[in-house]
């Protein structure tokens, strides 16, 4: 007689089976709703122990779409609590000359291993009929490292660089390993192959306490992070841990943090202007809907302030997700954030009507943290664009710590530096990340992220290179911030791609264009000025000079999210409401009222009721 088979595929939390019955006549196997029940044709009592299992999921073998063969059942059963509830099932059993098992990929449960949904998927037919052509976002239990996978041990600790030492199996680039026998977790990435056996990797988090010979596992995939609505209002770290003390993120899907850009034909080419309520971002370098916009500043100009304010304006107007992500920031800033967001009702910890999600890889983080979880929180927003078909906000602070600490782990590396000491990787890292931002015909990812610039040059090669990617830049100036003009926007460096009148229309490329003039002539009559004065300025230069000190101090604007540092109550502005007060001011209406009148003020109606006031209270 022809002997019933099963393939066994035997995991921590689930069992994978396939039995294939069509030519046997010694066991019976019948699929009926939720049970699986084996009687022994053959009188043999050594399957007893099978004879009813609960199942977590089986195909039935009538369904023609997963028919392999004509009797041939597939099915995943979920173990339960007590492991010593379950048959073990042992070599010597399978020697039954009624039941043939295959070994491949064994693995007893006691194992502590986890194990994904995703293998299940491998035995279905339909499985590769995926929905996403781009990406698998396959349900799993999690994402730690596979039965049966290559073991290595660990043969030199370098900082945040570790040496892992493997018999057979070397683990390809960017896999994700995990240290054995640590009370916390720490993951390895792989970065270099070191001959035939070992490998390179940089530590996600701190070294501190790992010796030589320690065993490590090979996940066999890179590092993969929860994704899904189950992360908004949440806060997790590089490797997708939850750190905001509020349990685990219960999420069924995971995906891998590096994947490939979108294709061209997935991309959307509309233009749309994202109105942010901030008088001189809308006027002069307006943000595109699905574009990359930088914020460019050196130390304390207002970077992180004002990427709250547009979190503020724009997410609470937006009718989608947000994804934060903090590359390298101070942790401060990412714990005020975070209950500020709390109070303004954009994370809601009551429900399940948070808006944002929140990646943190902070100041104190080791590099390879830092380097990575910025593809962490792009990960999470690629989810919600390629999935939800949502139009998400990425907000991302601090670009420039993403090329540090990309900085920093070549050089333990030991890679050759390039210019100014930065990775000979700098370009290839920076386009890698930023290609995989942009709108398809899904959805869109808008990003706004924040640029340090070292010792406020622009032509270092991080911030330059950052250039190259961006929509629009929004530039910082010290010199401006040291006027008391916050935001310290420089009108004249700030640029927009989409600054443009087919795009934006006539009417507001005129004004803006007209502003810029304006302030470039008092730009160029400011070293006459210095060294003659103004009476020595002819009337026409008087007349530009006083409407440019104007709009300079009328492109201040007080924020919401400062309310508390400036004592001015923030103002949202309209897009149609900035035009008609630059052009009114352009125009010469407003020449007679004093230049303090504009300072601090949202649209130009205030400015009026201010130079009242400051009337009254002169006279």
Request: a negative charge; aromatic letters at 8%.
């Amino acid at each position: 007689m022809q002997p019933a088979s099963a393939k066994w595929y035997d995991r921590r939390d689930y069992v994978f089976i396939e039995f294939c019955v069509e030519d046997s006549k010694d066991v019976n196997v019948n699929f009926e709703k939720s049970k699986l029940t084996f009687s022994c044709l053959g009188g043999s009592d050594n399957f007893k122990h099978l004879n009813e299992i609960d199942l977590f999921h089986c195909i039935d073998p009538n369904d023609s779409k997963h028919k392999r063969t004509d009797r041939s059942i597939l099915c995943c059963l979920r173990k339960g609590e007590s492991g010593q509830s379950w048959p073990r099932l042992t070599k010597e059993r399978a020697k039954l000359n009624w039941l043939s098992v295959d070994f491949n990929n064994w693995k007893d449960w006691e194992d502590d291993s986890d194990e994904d949904m995703s293998n299940f998927d491998r035995f279905s037919e339909d499985s590769q009929d995926s929905d996403d052509e781009t990406r698998d976002y396959a349900a799993q239990t999690s994402p730690s490292p596979k039965a049966g996978a290559a073991t290595g041990r660990i043969v030199a600790v370098i900082g945040a660089v570790v040496d892992v030492q493997f018999d057979e199996g070397l683990p390809p680039i960017l896999n994700a390993l995990e240290v054995q026998g640590r009370e916390t977790r720490l993951v390895l990435e792989v970065a270099q192959h070191l001959g035939e056996s070992t490998v390179r990797t940089i530590a996600m988090d701190g070294t501190e306490g790992l010796v030589r010979g320690q065993k490590v596992l090979d996940s066999g995939a890179p590092i993969k992070i929860p994704v899904g609505p189950e992360t908004l209002g949440r806060i997790m770290n590089v490797i997708g841990e939850p750190i905001d003390e509020r349990g685990p993120i219960k999420t069924k899907q995971f995906a891998a943090i590096h994947a490939e850009a979108p294709e061209f034909m997935e991309m959307s080419v509309e233009q749309e202007i994202l109105v942010t309520g901030i008088k001189v971002v809308d006027l002069l370098a307006p943000y595109a809907k699905g574009g990359k916009i930088g914020l460019f500043g050196g130390a304390g100009v207002g970077k992180t302030v004002l990427i709250m304010e547009l979190i503020n304006n724009v997410a609470k107007a937006h009718g989608g997700y947000s994804v934060f992500a903090g590359v390298g920031e101070r942790t401060r800033e990412g714990n005020d954030l975070y209950h500020e967001m709390i109070e303004s009702g954009v994370i809601n910890l009551k429900d399940a009507t948070s808006k944002v999600a929140l990646v943190y890889g902070q100041m104190n983080e080791p590099p390879g943290a830092r380097a990575r979880v910025a593809l962490t929180g792009l990960t999470v927003a690629e989810y919600f664009r390629d999935q939800e078909g949502q139009d998400v906000l990425l907000f991302i602070d601090n670009i420039f710590r993403f090329t540090q600490a990309g900085s920093e782990v070549s050089a333990l590396l030991g890679r050759i530096p390039s210019a100014v000491g930065y990775q000979p990787t700098l370009a290839t890292d920076m386009g890698t990340m930023q290609e995989r931002i942009t709108t398809t015909k899904k959805g869109s990812i808008t990003s706004v992220q924040a640029i340090y610039v070292p010792a406020d040059d622009l032509t270092d090669p991080a911030p330059a290179t950052t250039f190259a990617h961006l929509d629009a830049t929004t530039v910082l100036s010290r010199a401006i911030a040291e006027l008391g003009i916050y935001p310290a926007v420089d009108p004249l460096d700030s640029t927009s791609r989409i600054m443009d009148p087919n795009i934006v229309g006539n009417e507001h490329y005129d004004v803006a264009r007209g502003v810029q003039k304006i302030l470039q002539d008092y730009k160029s009559l400011q070293d006459i000025i210095a060294i003659l004065g103004m009476d020595e300025l002819s009337e026409e230069d008087k007349l530009t000079v006083s409407r440019a000190r104007k709009i300079q101090r009328f492109l201040s604007q007080p924020f919401q999210v400062a309310e508390v540092f400036t004592g001015h109550m923030g103002k949202l502005v309209p897009l149609k409401e900035t035009i008609k007060g630059f052009q009114q001011i352009l125009a010469g209406e407003y020449d007679h009222l004093p230049e303090q009148a504009f300072y601090m003020v949202g649209p130009i109606e205030e400015a009026v009721a201010k130079a009242d006031k400051l009337a009254e209270e002169h006279s």
